[in-house]
């Protein structure tokens, strides 16, 4: 089956440390997304690539990283610079083209201890 | 900047009623989505709108769209207890591909 994995499923974080969260797909999509959402809370973008080897800043880029090295798997790293990072993350991808509906996978839950 | 609004933020219905849910956006856009989001979940796609007039439905959801008065909106039919859920609109910055901008989401409960 076709889709978006997320993982894992909740992930907990100490003060300091940073921490990844997996996302892969078997879309054969071009264009992957992340998103955080807060309690209450629309979809707030942190980062998206179009294309492998390139990826842009959202809204709230400022305490997250990226990477794109495959076309199957965007990895967002919270690190410690990320000073309010308990929320939900949710990784969507797509065929990259203008009207495109976004896919998400099912999400991680990320809590500081 | 890009802003979408909802309303209501939060919506309690008694099955069998009718009732729509609104989308506003601040800036000239030339796409629309509508999501569903159960709790603890991820979003599921329902509607693409994509014109001036552009009316899509499914079941007891029907989505319109006018581009003039930057407007979009989702009208519940004949509600049934498993629409309850958070929907979600989302505006397409224009000139960038998939670049999504959501609203607060309205969360809609409905009742026996």
């Known amino acids: 089956d076709g889709g978006i994995t997320q993982s894992p499923k909740y992930l907990f974080r100490k003060e300091g440390q940073n921490v990844t969260l997996s996302c892969e797909q078997n879309l054969n999509h071009d264009a992957m997304y992340w998103y955080r959402q807060d309690p209450g809370q629309g979809l707030r973008l942190i980062y998206y690539?179009?294309?492998?080897?390139?990826?842009q800043k959202g809204d709230i880029a400022e305490g997250y990283s990226v990477s794109r090295e495959k076309k199957e798997s965007f990895p967002l790293t919270v690190t410690s610079a990320q000073k309010n990072p308990t929320a939900f993350y949710l990784c969507?991808?797509?065929?990259?083209?203008?009207?495109?509906?976004?896919?998400f996978g099912s999400g991680t839950q990320l809590s500081v201890l | 900047e890009l802003k979408v609004e909802q309303n209501p933020l939060f919506l309690s219905m008694q099955e069998g009623k009718n009732y729509t849910i609104y989308c506003n956006y601040s800036?000239?856009?030339?796409?629309l989505y509508w999501y569903r989001q159960d709790p603890g979940k991820s979003l599921e796609s329902l509607f693409v709108?994509?014109?001036?007039?552009a009316v899509k439905q499914e079941g007891r959801l029907m989505a319109s769209l006018d581009t003039k008065a930057r407007l979009s909106t989702l009208h519940i039919t004949a509600a049934v207890h498993d629409l309850s859920a958070t929907y979600f609109c989302?505006?397409?910055?224009?000139?960038?591909?998939?670049?999504?901008?959501f609203g607060t989401g309205t969360r809609l409960q409905v009742t026996l």
């Open positions: 989302a505006v397409g910055n224009t000139g960038t591909a998939s670049k999504l901008t």
């Open positions: 969507a991808s797509s065929m990259g083209q203008a009207y495109e509906k976004l896919f």
């Open positions: 709108l994509l014109s001036n007039g």
């Open positions: 690539s179009q294309i492998v080897n390139d990826f």
């Open positions: 800036t000239t856009s030339d796409r």
